[in-house]
């Protein structure tokens, strides 16, 4: 099991930026950051998998926006979030997957099995 601790968020105004940090006691192949806004399901926001020297996805809502980072000797997991939007708001969350799937990292939250406690990011207009 990977211990994961999120840290970083905060509120900020529309336009502006934060900087999410994992902290992880291990890393799997693929690790992912998601988001959880109120009444709604948890989404994948980015993913990073380490086959192929490194593959990266992001959400096509965050595309261009969001940069997802992994530093396997520090086991930390990044998210620059840049250009924020109010509809950015949630609760983040930062996660590894259970198990190999495909060299591509999987997007459903239901494939990865450990998970942090989340940090808050809430965006004004």
Do not use: H
């Amino acid at each position: 099991q990977v211990q994961l601790a999120e840290s970083g968020g905060g509120s900020v105004q529309a336009g502006g930026s934060l900087r999410l940090s994992c902290a992880a006691s291990g890393f799997k192949y693929c690790m992912g950051w998601f988001r959880q806004a109120p009444g709604k399901e948890r989404d994948v926001v980015a993913t990073f998998g380490s086959i192929g020297g490194g593959r990266t996805y992001y959400a096509d809502s965050v595309k261009g926006r969001f940069t997802i980072s992994r530093d396997n000797a520090k086991k930390t997991l990044g998210l620059q979030m840049d250009s924020l939007k109010p509809e950015d708001t949630a609760m983040y969350y930062c996660a590894a997957v259970r198990k190999y799937v495909s060299p591509d990292c999987p997007t459903s939250p239901s494939d990865y099995g450990d998970w942090g406690q989340g940090t808050q990011v809430t965006i004004s207009s």
